[in-house]
């Protein structure tokens, strides 16, 4: 299990040089080389995407608890933000979001260190793929879902009724409820135009997940037992 930054730090420097490997070998190894190094089995990973207001984060947390995995998140962009060398609030533009083309030029140029679009989604993929061939990983949002080879892992999707959604987010930001829809709506719109944009995929097609969980009828231990009774089938249909 992955416990600190400079583990994942070492972890990308593996991978890279891993990576290295391959090519070299697949190139002076000719076909069958590329045959036998063209697949490294990766995992076991569960990825959870939520929609805006749900209890992902406490899902993936109770699931990645009861499995003794790390949850990773935040640390993504961490990650990212030490590999090119860029303070996280800038990087916060690109996370998630996607970006038109003027918007991306104009902040390369006036904003100091912005590493543009294209960077920031070649080193989350890097980043997400290095830790899912660690293993072991509770991974939340970014298309962990779309960019990972779906056989070595768990991917679920965790929704909740709307009105739901709008309290919780009032309540955890201590705003009116008006607010907070718009909020919801908002941070929902920017999501699916990224998922759309980068994956060229409908963040809500079911195809994309292995298990939908409504939080708005079942509690967080429950779904948490649906995951961990779930993932063992998965991933023994893939072995």
Same mark, same amino acid.
């Given at each position: 299990?992955?416990t600190?930054?400079?583990?994942?730090?070492?972890?990308?420097?593996r991978?890279?040089?891993?990576?290295?490997?391959?090519?070299?070998?697949?190139?002076?190894?000719?076909?069958?080389?590329?045959?036998?190094?063209?697949?490294?089995?990766?995992?076991?990973?569960?990825?959870?995407s939520?929609?805006?207001?749900?209890?992902?984060?406490?899902?993936a947390?109770?699931?990645?608890?009861?499995?003794d995995?790390? %949850?990773?998140?935040?640390?993504?962009?961490e =990650?990212?933000?030490?590999?090119?060398?860029? !303070?996280?609030? &800038?990087l916060?533009? *690109?996370?998630?979001?996607?970006?038109?083309?003027?918007?991306?030029?104009?902040?390369?140029?006036?904003?100091?260190?912005d590493?543009?679009?294209?960077?920031?989604l070649?080193?989350m993929?890097?980043?997400?793929?290095?830790?899912?061939?660690?293993?072991?990983?509770?991974?939340?949002?970014?298309?962990?879902?779309?960019?990972?080879d779906?056989r070595?892992?768990?991917?679920?999707?965790?929704?909740?009724?709307?009105?739901?959604?709008?309290?919780?987010?009032?309540?955890?930001?201590k705003?009116?409820?008006d607010?907070a829809?718009?909020? %919801?709506q908002?941070?929902e719109a920017?999501? =699916?135009?990224?998922?759309r944009?980068v994956? !060229?995929?409908? &963040?809500?097609?079911? *195809?994309?997940?292995?298990?939908?969980?409504?939080?708005?009828?079942l509690?967080?231990?429950?779904?948490?037992?649906?995951v961990?009774?779930?993932?063992?089938?998965?991933?023994?249909?893939?072995?």
């Amino acid at each position: 299990m992955i416990t600190d930054p400079s583990h994942l730090e070492r972890l990308l420097d593996r991978q890279a040089a891993l990576w290295e490997m391959r090519r070299r070998l697949s190139k002076e190894g000719g076909a069958a080389a590329r045959e036998k190094m063209a697949h490294l089995a990766e995992g076991p990973w569960v990825s959870i995407s939520k929609q805006v207001g749900c209890q992902g984060m406490e899902l993936a947390r109770l699931v990645a608890g009861r499995l003794d995995w790390q %949850v990773f998140d935040k640390q993504i962009l961490e =990650a990212i933000a030490r590999e090119t060398h860029t !303070r996280e609030r &800038i990087l916060s533009r *690109l996370d998630g979001r996607a970006v038109g083309v003027l918007e991306d030029y104009l902040s390369q140029l006036l904003v100091p260190g912005d590493p543009g679009q294209v960077t920031f989604l070649q080193q989350m993929v890097r980043v997400i793929w290095t830790v899912a061939r660690e293993g072991h990983a509770v991974f939340v949002g970014r298309g962990a879902n779309w960019i990972l080879d779906a056989r070595y892992g768990l991917r679920v999707r965790v929704v909740a009724p709307f009105e739901t959604r709008i309290r919780a987010v009032a309540q955890a930001e201590k705003i009116e409820l008006d607010t907070a829809k718009h909020r %919801v709506q908002q941070e929902e719109a920017i999501l =699916a135009k990224f998922t759309r944009k980068v994956f !060229r995929r409908d &963040i809500d097609d079911p *195809l994309g997940y292995d298990l939908m969980l409504n939080l708005g009828d079942l509690d967080l231990e429950t779904a948490a037992s649906v995951v961990l009774t779930a993932l063992p089938g998965k991933l023994a249909k893939t072995a």
